[in-house]
């Protein structure tokens, strides 16, 4: 008697039956070991010297607005060439033609799209966009109903070194600077939590300073970490 097949339709998903029957037949391979020639792994070497890894913070832009942005706001800072890989999850890499064309790019401060800030650290060969996780960047911090003797610039940089790293405040980097809450930028070390508030006190007062962070998603309003919302929390037992 002829053996008896089962039937395969080109183009249609297998169903559960027919994915079970292939994994009797199929059985998973060894992963194969493949020796990498070294001028491959020269050139990575020079590729680890001119090339950032970078991602918006709560913002995933299309390639083509990407590299409208980065001709734009790049371009008038370095004059050389400039190639973008874009990777999964948002991330992408840029490449610059040379080691100081990348370090002016890191050396001139921060960078926002709108209110987004980039995160950017120089590529390594082990860079995984699928792992890899975002431990620090730029952030926009309101300080909604700060009294208005406290608008000094002194102040507003304590805060800001309190809770990150404090960069500039609102006026320094944007046309209007008559807001109703004062607005600072501070890089901030995700790992170590984003404070809701921050008490500011003398002698003989006390402020309680809540905190609001702009294109910051899934914080944490229970352990102030990100990532997820407190009802997810792993923390929260």
Request: aromatic share 14%; with cysteine; glycine share 4%.
């Amino acid at each position: 008697m002829a053996p008896s097949f089962a039937k395969i339709v080109v183009g249609s998903a297998p169903s559960a039956f027919g994915r079970q029957a292939l994994a009797h037949i199929i059985s998973e391979a060894l992963a194969p070991t493949i020796q990498v020639a070294q001028a491959s792994l020269n050139e990575a070497l020079i590729f680890f010297e001119s090339a950032l890894i970078c991602r918006f913070n709560g913002f995933w832009p299309r390639f083509t607005a990407l590299h409208s942005w980065i001709s734009k706001v790049w371009k008038p800072v370095i004059s050389n060439a400039i190639n973008i890989y874009p990777c999964v999850r948002g991330f992408f890499i840029v490449d610059f033609e040379n080691f100081e064309s990348r370090q002016c790019i890191l050396d001139s401060g921060l960078w926002f799209w709108e209110n987004s800030g980039l995160f950017m650290k120089p590529w390594n060969p082990s860079f995984d966009p699928s792992t890899t996780v975002i431990t620090s960047t730029p952030v926009w911090v309101r300080l909604p109903n700060l009294p208005l003797h406290l608008w000094n610039f002194s102040l507003l940089k304590t805060i800001g070194n309190a809770i990150g790293k404090f960069y500039c405040r609102c006026s320094e980097t944007k046309e209007h600077s008559r807001t109703t809450y004062s607005h600072i930028c501070v890089e901030m070390d995700f790992n170590t939590g984003l404070p809701a508030e921050i008490n500011l006190t003398s002698k003989d007062y006390v402020w309680n300073q809540k905190l609001d962070y702009e294109s910051v998603l899934f914080r944490c309003r229970s352990y102030f970490e990100t990532g997820h919302l407190a009802k997810n929390c792993p923390k929260a037992s």
